[in-house]
């Protein structure tokens, strides 16, 4: 199993076929279509592709239970917000008067159109983290000019926060070690006694910064690539090849976004009168 | 002899601190040796290691008397990367110096600091992945394998710009003793093929063996500088200092303190095993 920003993929996965820019082009450019479509069976539709995306990636599904609570919470959130949050509408058609709270139709159809939105996006990004390396991020942005210093800022910082994570433990352990414990404690104790945690995690950060920089400076770097006058050969990227399947496929997700948006823009396409699960949930409701 | 590093009355006092970390530094070292330097706990060993490699007086604040010369150039008048180029510097926390996200990135970022080509760097990487037998790694991230794997990795790394001196800063002290001798084995290789290498290290049963000379800091200053065997033979200025001599040659000390030997004091097992079957 090779391990992936969000988990594991097996070696053998054909996903190590497609150019790491793909990914990230797929990420960044599929996250957008739900925003061009209303209709939830559409965006339920892109979510169940993605998900079939995972299971031909090799993908170990028991992943995504860990979004299932989340994703559940943040369905009740929306549905709340749309609603008994909703406030008053005289425009609007009224469903139902539940403890004096008034349940809008629009409203509701409002929640379930954004909760719809919201999922598949959510299953590109995890199926990103899922498929991808810190390295495929970095290749990625390297492939299309972006600048060493700025891809390498961004590796850092994916690094640093997982450092950032294992100190916190570090103090954490050390201070329940000389009997500071915050477990079992109320919300507002933790918060209060948040800073016992900060503050040896604020020093350990700077020892850090201060080791890394001498490292840096050890192994020749200069943020200005004053180091060596000539052009710093890139190694890493001579590991990947954009192939022409590669191409296709960076075609293929920009063609589908050009339908989509012609079909939105040009034909009004994917408009809510025209939803089979909204007007299947009005009959249901009315 | 050609001296590639040459201290003369060097010292380093860090800002906002009372008193110097380093005090009237004198010292020489040769091309091709392989010196070690050993002293308690704030002697000053970490601030000569930088001083070396020009992380003194470029990364930190202080006074600096004397000079520290480089190929009989002062660390400060190198530009940038250059001076890097011919001092390496492993330091004491492997995983604190890693600058990238596999082992294999971890070992090219100094190469391609330093502007090599690509064939070069494919060169030097089998040659320093073999000498460190790392090849099975290199696709992992460097803070996922284990301490003896993480310091051979970032020795690997440091290895790869081909410095002519490589310092290592308390290599093994992170270790376990499999993972210590690892990397003395490593070490033991460079020193076969001439490379002028200087550690500091508590672990005298491996650096021993391998020192041609040895140093001992204390209080800032130079205590003892001698060639290896006869450096041993002041052991009461060692444990003066608080220094913990390996066994065997603690028992040979004991027993010359005890009027029952008067010879050498053996610097290792084999030496003092010798001795005993001579003796016998």
């Known amino acids: 199993m090779n391990k992936t920003l969000l988990g594991y993929v097996p070696k053998e996965s054909p996903i190590y076929f497609i150019h790491p820019f793909v990914k990230l082009y797929f990420l960044l450019v599929v996250s957008l279509f739900p925003m061009f479509i209303t209709q939830p069976e559409v965006n339920l539709f892109i979510m169940a592709v993605i998900l079939l995306l995972m299971i031909w990636s090799r993908v170990d599904l028991r992943i995504l239970r860990i979004y299932v609570p989340v994703a559940i919470a943040m369905g009740w959130i929306i549905l709340l917000s749309y609603t008994v949050l909703g406030g008053t509408h005289p425009e609007f058609e009224l469903l139902a008067k539940v403890l004096g709270i008034k349940i809008y139709w629009e409203r509701l159809r409002d929640g379930v159109v ?28 390297r492939s299309v000019r972006i600048p060493f210093v700025v891809t390498y800022v961004f590796a850092m910082a994916l690094r640093s926060s997982g450092m950032v994570l294992e100190d916190f433990q570090i103090v954490r352990q050390a201070e329940q070690a000389r009997g500071f ?8 104790y933790k918060i209060r006694k948040y800073v016992m945690y900060m503050i040896p995690l604020f020093a350990l950060s700077l020892r850090r910064t201060e080791e890394f920089t001498n490292a840096l400076v050890a192994r020749g770097y200069a943020f200005t690539g004053e180091a060596a006058k000539v052009k710093r050969a890139d190694y890493i990227l001579t590991h990947y090849s954009f192939k022409l399947h590669d191409g296709i496929l960076v075609a293929l997700i920009s063609i589908l976004f050009i339908i989509i948006l012609t079909l939105r823009y040009g034909y009004n396409a994917f408009s809510l009168d025209s939803s089979l699960l909204i007007n299947w949930l009005y009959q249901i409701l009315r | 002899m050609v001296h590639l590093i040459e201290i003369e009355n060097y010292s380093w006092q860090y800002l906002n601190t009372p008193q110097e970390a380093l005090k009237n ?9 392989f010196v070690g330097i050993i002293g308690p706990n704030g002697a000053g060993k970490t601030t000569l290691a930088y001083s070396m490699d020009g992380l003194i007086p470029g990364q930190y604040r202080g006074l600096k008397h004397g000079v520290v010369k480089i ?31 596999t082992v294999e990135d971890e070992l090219v970022f100094g190469m391609e600091n330093l502007g090599m080509s690509l064939p070069e760097i494919r060169e030097r990487l089998e040659w320093v992945t073999e000498l460190t037998e790392l090849k099975h790694l290199l696709l992992k991230p460097p803070y996922e394998i284990s301490g003896g794997q993480k310091q051979r990795v970032a020795l690997a790394a440091v290895l790869a710009m081909t410095p002519e001196v490589l310092i290592l800063d308390e290599p093994t002290s992170m270790l376990d003793p499999v993972s210590r001798k690892r990397v003395f084995e490593v070490l033991q290789k460079l020193k076969q093929s001439q490379n002028t290498v200087i550690v500091i290290e508590h672990s005298l049963e491996n650096l021993i063996p391998l020192a041609d000379r040895m140093i001992l800091l204390a209080d800032g200053e130079i205590a003892l500088d001698a060639e290896t065997g006869e450096f041993f033979q002041r052991l009461d200025l060692l444990l003066e200092k608080g220094i913990s001599p390996p066994g065997a040659m603690r028992f040979f000390y004991e027993l010359t303190q005890k009027n029952l030997y008067h010879g050498r004091l053996p610097l290792t097992v084999d030496e003092a095993a010798a001795l005993l079957r001579g003796a016998a």
Request: with cysteine; proline share 4%.
């Open chain 2, 25 to 33: 530094i004198n010292l020489k070292i040769e091309q091709g040796s």
């Open chain 2, 71 to 101: 190929r009989g150039i002062e660390v400060e008048e190198y530009p940038r990367g250059r001076l890097q180029q011919m001092v390496g510097m492993v330091f004491s926390d492997p995983e604190a110096q890693f600058t990238a996200m």
């Open chain 1, 181 to 188: 414990d915050t477990t079992g404690k109320s919300l507002g």
């Open chain 1, 114 to 141: 954004v909760y719809c939105r919201i999922l598949p996006m959510i299953a590109t990004m995890v199926f990103f983290l899922t498929t991808s390396r810190e390295r495929d991020v970095i290749v990625a942005m």
